[in-house]
């Protein structure tokens, strides 16, 4: 059995989200034009209460979809494993549109370089910013977040798991030996 190591408790993972939440609506100046992107499966749960901490400190809602990257990662071909397609949920045009992807984990890049890709099938944003609850490193592709909750700089043999509990018990990071 991997040991593991709570990071980030769920009052650590409200904090972030928060500061995050205000430091998009500062950056963007408002929520004109702004919308959020969550990518499965993390990022939909993270994007959901982002924009829940909006609404309560401007008072608007903003257009909130969902992202499945499946057919767009470069690695389709290469891995024996049988992906799993989710549906994408954007209901409405990315085109002008400031858009906040957000994802769970940053890692090699290569989920938000398909998230990329699949975003702009569906309009031409004015700008495409990147929030993430961790940043761990190891970039394989020129990425960078904008928004980041925590740098948690890890081996590649450790695995950081995100657990919100929409989909487990309680909310938290931990990390382990994989």
């Not at 928060?18 to 100046?29: C, F, G, P, W």
């Not at 990022?43 to 767009?72: F, H, M, N, S, W």
């Not at 904008?146 to 081996?155: C, H, R, V, W």
Request: with cysteine; aromatic share 4%.
């Amino acid at each position: 059995m991997a040991k593991k190591k709570v990071v980030m408790d769920a009052e650590g993972i409200d904090r972030s989200l928060t500061r995050i939440t205000h430091e998009i609506l500062e950056r963007n100046k408002g929520t004109d034009d702004l919308v959020v992107i969550g990518i499965r499966t993390g990022g939909v749960c993270l994007a959901k209460r982002l924009r829940e901490k909006i609404l309560k400190i401007e008072g608007t809602e903003i257009p909130l979809g969902i992202l499945d990257t499946t057919l767009y990662r470069d690695d389709l071909m290469t891995t024996e494993k049988r992906p799993r397609l989710r549906k994408t949920d954007i209901p409405f045009s990315l085109d002008h549109k400031k858009v906040i992807l957000i994802d769970d984990v940053l890692f090699t890049g290569r989920t938000i370089r398909a998230a990329m890709d699949a975003l702009i099938d569906f309009g031409r944003p004015r700008l495409i910013q990147l929030a993430v609850l961790i940043d761990r490193g190891h970039r394989e592709l020129p990425i960078r977040a904008d928004f980041i909750g925590e740098s948690l700089p890890s081996a590649l043999w450790e695995e950081i798991s995100v657990n919100l509990k929409e989909q487990a018990e309680e909310d938290e990071v931990w990390i382990s030996e994989g």
